[in-house]
C-alpha cells in the first residue's frame, strides 16, 4: 500500500511541469488531436480532495474526473472490493456465464431510485452507451420511434447521443449525418428566460413544440437531465419537471432521466429528480456509480424495461464483474459514510462564499447549483451576455494555481465545480479563496487574459 496522499494543496514546479510537457509531447505525437485535454498535466495519484501530477504538484480537486470520483478516487472499500474481484475472474460475460455482483447491482439501483414501483435494471459501459439503450427500450415498449431532447443537453459522443447533444461545437461539428427522429424543445433557463416565467410556463411552451412538430402520438421518450452537466449547470424552475413528466404519463410517452452526471449523491440526493418529487419512467446512470470503473445502468418499470426482447439488449463487457463490485463498493460508501449529507454540507461551504463573491463583482451573472453540482456563470458587467474568454482565463489561471476547475455551458461561460464529497472542508475553502484571488485578479488586468489561451476546452 502507497503512503496516505497529503490533502493539501502543493505547487513545486510552474504549472505544467517539465515531466508533464514531456508527456504533452509524447501524447500530441501519439494520441488523436481530436482528444483534447482540460489541463497539461499528467496525474500520478489522487485520492481524497486532491490530484498529485507528475512533477509533485498537488491540486485541488474541484472536478472528481467529470463528477465520477464522487466518493473520491481509489476510495478504500473500492480499491478493495476491485483487488478481490481481481484475484477471483476478470470477465465471463454476464450474457454467457452470469455472476452475482450484477444482479446485485441491479437490486440495489431498483432500491435506490425514485418510486416504488416493480423495476428491472441493465447494465453497461459508458454514458452514452446507457442513453442509447433508454430509448432503444422506450421504442420498443411504446412502438414509436421520436424522441424529443432539450436546448442545451449533453448525452454523449456516440451517433444517436449527439443527434441527442445540442452543442455543435466541439461535439458534432463535421460529424454528421446524425441519427433520424430527434427533435428539441425549449428548457427552462431561470437565469436565461424571461424573468419571472414559472416552470410550468416553461412546461407549456415546451410540451407546445412538441404537440406541434413533433405529435404525441409519434413521441417514444422525452429524454432531459433534471440538472444540467455540460450544458451550463443548468437548475430548471420548479414546476417544470413535473409538469413535463405529467404530460408524458397522460400521452403515453416514456420519460427518461439522465442522471448520468446530476445522479449518485452528488446533488445532495441520491437522484437528482427527487428534488423535484419527479419519478422518472427510466433513468440513466453512469459517471458516479463505480468510483472510475467504466459502468453505466438503465433502471426503471418493469414493464417498460422488460419490452426489449431477449438478446436484444446487452454487451461484450456491459456490467462488468470489476465495475460491479466497485459500484457496489460505492454504494456502500455513499451510505456508511453518508454522502447525500455531505453533498448537503458541501453546497453550504460553496453557495454562501460565491454568492458573497458575486455580490461584489458584477461579471457573475448567476451563482447557482445543489450539492456539490455548483455553477458560476460569468457575463460582460451589466449585461447577460456570456464571457466565454474570461470564463478561460480564470480556469486557467486557477490551474497554474493548484486547483482543478473545470468550465461547460453552451456559450462556454460557466465554471463548474465538482468536488469529489471525500474533500475536506478546508481544502474547499483555500479553492475558494484560490478562485476569489483569480477573479480579482482578472478584473485588475483584462489584457492578461489573452495570454491565457494555450490549453483547449
Ligand atoms: C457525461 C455524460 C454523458 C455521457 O457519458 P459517457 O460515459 O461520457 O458516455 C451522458 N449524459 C450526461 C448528462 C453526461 O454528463
Redesign the pocket.
Known sequence: MPPPLEQQRLLTTAVPGPRSEALMARKSAAVAAGVGTTMPVFAERAGGGVVVDVDGNSFIDLGSG??VATVGNSAPRVVEAVQRQVEAFTHTCFMVTPYESYVAVAEALNRLTPGDHEKRSALFN????A?ENAVKIARAHTGRQAVVAFDHA????TNL?MALTAKSMPYKSGFGPFAPEVYRAPLSYPYRDDAGLSGEAAAARAIDVIEKQVGAANLAAVVI?PIQ??GGFIVPADGFLPALAAWCRANGVVFVA?E??CGFARTGAWFACEHFGVVPDLIVT??GIAGGLPL?AVTGRAEIMDAAHAGGLGGTYGGNPLACAAALAVIETITEDRLVERAVEIEQVLLPRLRALQAGDDRIGDVRGLGAMVAVELVHPGSTEPDPELTKAVATAAHRRGVVVLTCGTYGNVLRLLPPLAISDALLTEALDVLADVLAESAEQPVARVLDLETTS
Do not use: L, P, W
Open positions: 467529470i463528477a459508458s454514458g452514452a452507451e442513453v449533453y448525452h454523449g459522443r447521443t437531465e452537466g455540460e439522465d448520468v452526471q453512469a459517471k453505466s
